[in-house]
Every structure is written in C-alpha cells, then in structure tokens.
Antibody, heavy 118, light 108 residues
Framework: QVQLVQSGAEVKKPGASVKVSCKAA????????MHWVRQAPGQGLEWMGM????????TYAQKFQGRVTMTRDTSTGTVYMELTSLRSEDTAVYYC???????????WGQGTLVTVSS | SYELTQPPSVSVSPGQTARITCSGD??????AYWYQQKSGQAPVLVIY???KRPSGIPERFSGSSSGPMATLTISGAQVEDEGDYYC???????????FGGGTKLTVL
C-alpha cells in the first residue's frame, strides 16, 4: 500500500536551515508529483511547492522563493524539502503529499514538526 | 498572489445540512478540491474536481461549483464531521496552488 514516511521532529535556532525527508513506498515514485504543505500551530494549511521526481522539476510558492529547495533521490524513493534562514514564524508541521491523477492529495505523510526557537 | 476565501466557521445541528463556500477568481476555470482535517491528523481528501467523491467518503459529502464559488455540502451532518475544512485550487496559470483559509465546522 502507499506510504509516505517522514523524518522526525527538529528543533532549530533562528537563521539555521532544516531538511525534511519523505520516503515513498507502494507506488512508482517517479510518476507522481510530490508536494509540501505546512501548518503553523493553530493555523491553516499552506502550500509550499512541488517536485516531479522524474526529471526533478520544481515549482515553489512565491512566498518561499529563494528560501526553499525541493529535491529527490530516485534510488531511494525519497523527496526532501530544505528551508533556510529559519525564523520563529516557520515553526510548523510540515507534510509531504502525493498528488493523484485527479489532482488531489490522496496520500499524506505523518507530518514533521519543526520548531524554531532560540 | 492568488487567494481563496472561506468563512471562518459554520455551525449546524446534527442532521442538518452544512454548506461551506470557497470563492476565488480562477474557480470558473480551475477545479476545486476539499479536505477535511481533524485535530492532530493529516488532512483527508473528501471532494476532487469540484464534484467527485473519493472511494470511502460518505455519500453525504458533495461538491458543486458555479462561477467564482465552490461549495462543499454535507447533507445530514453528523457529530463525527466536525473539524476544519479547506478548499484548494490553482491560480489561472495552473502552476501555483493555494489553500483557502479554512472553515471550522461545528455540529452540535
């Protein structure tokens, strides 16, 4: 069955970077867009960007341009999201999600809490 | 940047019909998707391509779209339907995705 397993919680200081991983299983990794969505405490969902594993093309939300990089390792079926220059407002749960043929996010990772605190 | 607008909250009694709206300039040309999120859990897709229901989603969930507004309807809402609901779509270019601000549904 389809599984998206994310890396564990992180605590970072302001100005640092964080790299979150999302390992896919149960489907042909290269054939599906993978997205990253975050949710700050008590706030709504925020789309960050997407990557197409076959070829590695990316599209980022304007808000994160210049601070976010999404990559993939096709040999392990893993996508990564790196966010730099962290600030307290980046404290959030970060989710990876697989886009299905219908355009919706049918499968989600369990979420990774990133806490930015001095 | 493109935005989708939802009401912050909707409240109904059990068995009543709940309607959650989502407005956006590109919705006449782009599909809307709806997600349900319960506390502490990842979101779940309940409606895709404006009106379609994924397998396993109860029939009481339905979607519609007209002009710049999409609507999620829960007919005969149940207490277990409480949670946050988010619409999702893309801008007119299709490249940039966005979630609405979310609507908290209370059923009591």
């Amino acid at each position: 069955q389809v599984q998206l397993v994310q890396s564990g919680a992180e605590v970072k200081k302001p100005g640092a970077s964080v790299k979150v991983s999302c390992k896919a299983a149960g489907f042909t990794f290269s054939n599906y867009y993978m997205h990253w969505v975050r949710q700050a405490p008590g706030q709504g969902l925020e789309w960050m960007g997407m990557i197409y594993p076959s070829g590695g093309s990316t599209t980022y939300a304007q808000k994160f341009q210049g601070r976010v990089t999404m990559t993939r390792d096709t040999s392990t079926g893993t996508v990564y999201m790196e966010l730099t220059s962290l600030r307290s407002e980046d404290t959030a749960v970060y989710y990876c999600a697989r886009e299905g043929r219908n355009g919706g996010f049918e499968y989600w990772g369990q979420g990774t809490l990133v806490t930015v605190s001095s | 940047s493109y935005e989708l607008t939802q009401p912050p909250s909707v409240s109904v009694s059990p068995g009543q019909t709940a309607r959650i709206t989502c407005s956006g300039d590109a919705l006449p040309k782009k599909y809307a998707y709806w997600y349900q999120q319960k506390s502490g859990q990842a979101p779940v897709l309940v409606i895709y391509e404006d009106t379609k229901r994924p397998s396993g989603i109860p029939e009481r969930f339905s979607g519609s779209s007209s002009g710049p507004m999409a609507t999620l309807t829960i007919s005969g809402a149940q207490v277990e339907d409480e949670g946050d609901y988010y619409c999702y779509s893309t801008d007119s270019s299709g490249n940039h995705k966005v979630f609405g601000g979310g609507t908290k549904l209370t059923v009591l």
